[in-house]
Nanobody, 124 residues
Framework: QVQLVESGGGLVQAGGSLRLSCAASGRTFSNYAMGWFRQAPGKEREYVAAITRSGGSTYFADSVKGRFTISGDNAKDTVYLQMNSLKPEDTAVYYC?????????????????WGQGTQVTVSS
């Protein structure tokens, strides 16, 4: 059973930066992707970013392109979401997820394991 633990959330002013981390453990397969989702109160879950294990494929939602980057450390089985130029509308609980598929997932349905989430609050 894969476990995911997110960290790095917090309160930041608009225009600031945060880096989220997601550490995986218990993984027994070598092909996977890791992604980040977010959900704000009263809103649907949004697929924010994703990266394949090789780093060769990435995905970013239009709402975060140019502001967020995603990277991975395979030795630590950890993925990072660097969030710059944060806006109040980025406020949400951020979840990381992973699967055992080779290609980049297209939606939440293609992820098998989920973390508990970390709160990000951006004040105006």
């Amino acid at each position: 059973q894969v476990q995911l633990v997110e960290s790095g959330g917090g309160l930041v002013q608009a225009g600031g930066s945060l880096r989220l981390s997601c550490a995986a453990s218990g993984r027994t397969f070598s092909n996977y992707a890791m992604g980040w989702f977010r959900q704000a109160p009263g809103k649907e879950r949004e697929y924010v970013a994703a990266i394949t294990r090789s780093g060769g494929s990435t995905y970013f939602a239009d709402s975060v392109k140019g502001r967020f980057t995603i990277s991975g450390d395979n030795a630590k089985d950890t993925v990072y979401l660097q969030m710059n130029s944060l806006k109040p509308e980025d406020t949400a609980v951020y979840y990381c997820a992973t699967n055992s598929r080779l290609r980049l997932p297209l939606s939440a349905n293609e992820y098998d394991y989920w973390g508990q989430g970390t709160q990000v609050t951006v004040s105006s």
